[in-house]
């Protein structure tokens, strides 16, 4: 999701207190015009390359944000942009839902959940539809949040659907193996690591519960807020450690057993109405070897020593979007559709790019322009726009060296998986592209 975007705010305040009316979350739809401080370039950091590693190519996609830690690697993709199949993934965005997950691919297989809970599979090679499952009633889907989506671990389907219910599916034809009642509404798709599953509920509860019973191991509760935004980042794993992220503001790094190890409070007090100052850490944290990266709603883009939680340095960047890391630098793209390039170790801003925000002034409220990204591929840094321009830049200065325009518009950042992308359009069409 989008700066200046219209997002569906939380008011927690109207949930009902019996679990049968959880599923009624009302929401007040407002824009998000947020103001960042004054940012600088660095001249050191200008005069230093960016390092980039060799494009891979991926045959797995297996959740939103790549997998576990949240970095999406510098990726083989030839570019050209040749279109040769569309998938009808389901209902997308619109009456009063916002589609905000991104589909997965596993072992030649396409799965994607639609804004009603319909769960499809596709074949990657034909395209053919395999099967499809509902889980969700009639009525149901007129009660619930558009948080949809799937993560797929091993031959296990983890899924969200905007109920109070954690639900693992199989993976060759969708049956229902498992289904836990949850502390509240899931907000956020499930993470897997290992034989632990892990669920960020709208209470700000986080939830670990085995793969393969659905039992609960352990929670920890965050502080609730009395307003959020729809979605966000779910938690950062490793073997060693589960990173937190909360609508309250709050970072919580946790042993995999559930023990807290440190944690810190993103906020930052900004004059006007509530919406100014919801601390919700939305980006996902990005994690490289010592460091991480997390940004609140309403606090500063900060690296963190991933061992103490050390503040290493900290930005006035506000962010709704995981960055683009590579050996040296990150990539990272404002509430105010600005295109930075820091070093990773210091913070420093290499280079900034003021990205098109609306086709001309008249129509910046009407009609804006949102920037999906960035996404290193094939040595392009690229960026992804809701009108269907796709921009490949330089990584070291940010200059533009080819636009291209696709025939329809742009509803989230894309996935790569062997070298092919997978566009998804705001109706849940799904563009592979060659």
């Not at 498992?178 to 892990?198: E, G, H, K, N």
């Not at 950062?236 to 057993?257: D, R």
């Amino acid at each position: 999701m989008n700066y200046k975007k219209l997002l569906t705010l939380i008011s927690l305040s109207t949930l009902a207190s019996s679990c049968s009316d959880k599923v009624v979350l009302e929401g007040e739809r407002k824009e998000l015009i947020l103001q960042s401080k004054a940012i600088t370039t660095d001249a050191a950091a200008q005069a230093e390359s960016v390092a980039l590693s060799a494009p891979t190519t991926v045959d797995n996609w297996k959740m939103q944000g790549y997998n576990t830690t949240h970095t999406v690697p510098h990726l083989k993709f030839s570019g050209s942009f040749t279109h040769i199949a569309t998938v009808d993934g389901g209902r997308g965005s619109g009456h009063g839902k916002t589609m905000l997950y991104t589909p997965v691919i596993q072992n030649d297989r396409l799965y994607v959940v639609d804004t009603n809970g319909r769960l499809k599979c596709f074949d990657t090679l034909t395209q053919a539809l395999l099967w499809e499952k509902e889980y969700v009633s009639d009525k149901q889907v007129q009660r619930t949040l558009s948080v949809t989506g799937i993560t797929v671990s091993g031959d296990m389907g983890y899924l969200s659907l905007s109920t109070d219910q954690a639900m693992a599916v199989r993976l060759d034809n969708g049956d229902v193996v498992w289904q836990q009642q949850l502390s509240d509404i899931a907000r956020i798709l499930p993470v897997v690591q290992d034989s632990t599953v892990f669920y960020t509920n709208i209470d700000n509860m986080l939830e670990a519960r085995d793969t393969k019973t659905g039992q609960q191991k352990w929670v920890y509760q965050s502080i609730q807020e009395e307003a959020m935004l729809l979605g966000g980042a779910n938690v950062t794993v490793t073997a060693t450690q589960v990173i937190a992220p909360f609508a309250s503001g709050e970072i919580a790094a946790l042993s995999p057993s559930g023990t807290m190890v440190w944690n810190d409070q993103i906020s930052s007090a900004a004059p006007g109405n509530i919406i100014n100052n919801i601390q919700h850490v939305y980006a996902p944290v990005a994690m490289d070897k010592y460091l991480m990266f997390a940004s609140s709603h309403a606090g500063s883009l900060i690296a963190y020593n991933t061992s103490t939680g050390r503040r290493v340095w900290e930005q006035p960047i506000l962010t709704l979007q995981a960055p683009a890391l590579t050996d040296s630098h990150m990539f990272v793209v404002d509430n105010q559709q600005r295109l930075m390039c820091l070093k990773k170790a210091s913070g420093q801003v290499k280079w900034m790019k003021q990205l098109k925000i609306a086709e001309d002034t008249f129509s910046v409220s009407e009609a804006p322009i949102y920037w999906y990204g960035p996404v290193l591929l094939s040595n392009q840094l690229t960026m992804f726009a809701s009108n269907g321009t796709v921009l490949m830049m330089d990584p070291n200065t940010g200059d533009v060296k080819q636009t291209i325009t696709l025939d329809h518009q742009i509803a989230m950042s894309p996935i790569v998986v062997k070298d092919r992308c997978y566009v998804v359009t705001p109706k849940n069409d799904i563009k592979v592209y060659e």
